[in-house]
Nanobody, 117 residues
Framework: QVQLVESGGGLVQPGGSLRLSCAAA????????MDWYRQAPGKQRELVAT???????NYPDSVKGRFTISRDNAKNTVYLQMNSLRPDDTGVYYC???????????WGQGTQVTVSS
């Protein structure tokens, strides 16, 4: 069982930056693949970044070069550094943990990111 708590959201102007954090409570954090998703109003939840337990990362084209996911296994925390933010990055950002062997998966409660002037 893993409990996830996101933080770091807020209001930022276009072109600005934010860093989201997701703190995990539970055991064996290093054996979870971690994702960040976002959901804009009226739209489906979409994957914006993945970091595997090995440290390998992956991004969709929409955020590649602007977002960076990282993890600190000693702190049981995953981060999402978001630069050059645009209004279409607005949404609720969710942290997601997936057990490397499959089966178990957990969601955080989400943190709101609003990009607006």
């Amino acid at each position: 069982q893993v409990q996830l708590v996101e933080s770091g959201g807020g209001l930022v102007q276009p072109g600005g930056s934010l860093r989201l954090s997701c703190a995990a409570a539970g055991n064996s954090f290093n054996l979870y693949n971690m994702d960040w998703y976002r959901q804009a109003p009226g739209k489906q939840r979409e994957l914006v970044a993945t970091i595997l337990s090995s440290g390998t990362t992956n991004y969709p084209d929409s955020v590649k070069g602007r977002f960076t996911i990282s993890r600190d296994n000693a702190k049981n925390t995953v981060y999402l550094q978001m630069n050059s933010l645009r209004p279409d990055d607005t949404g609720v950002y969710y942290c997601h943990a997936r057990w490397v062997a499959g089966g178990s998966a957990y969601w955080g409660q989400g943190t709101q990111v609003t990009v607006s002037s």
